[in-house]
């Protein structure tokens, strides 16, 4: 099987960014910018599209389970790589994922694992690995400063 090109998903909430936008040469307005773009995703709420070769048009989650091991091999589906870029121009609200098992009796899903590689940050900016809290209060009135590791 060649190589697979893909269209990305979008997203366009109220905090986002006009990078994305800028970067891929795409009209940047206030009411469209490019919050994340999802590049390769097999999530069924941000599946791609597959653009070249035999399997074109097709989504990326029906290609794999018609062409499981040409396109991704022995992996478990839920396994595959997602490649998202987010454009945030605001403060984003604290994200909380559920564990595996958490996953899998609220919403049928996988636990998310990322790694992040930041390509630009303005001064100042933060980003918030994690805590160490189990203060549910200051979660909820953001006053991590004491408890966030950088």
Known sequence: MEPLKFSPTSVHPIWAGDAIAKARGLPTDTEHNYGEAFDVSAHPDVCVTIANGPLAGMH???????????????????????????????????????????????DGDHEKTESWYILHAEPGATLIGGSTTTDLDALRTLRLERHRHR
Request: aromatic content about 2%; glycine content about 2%.
């Open 60 to 106: 990326l989650d029906d290609a794999i389970s018609a062409h499981h091991d040409d396109i991704i091999g022995t992996l478990p589906d839920h396994d595959v790589i997602q490649i998202t870029f987010m454009d945030a121009r605001e403060t984003l609200s604290i994200q909380v994922h559920p564990n595996e098992e958490q996953a899998q009796r609220l």
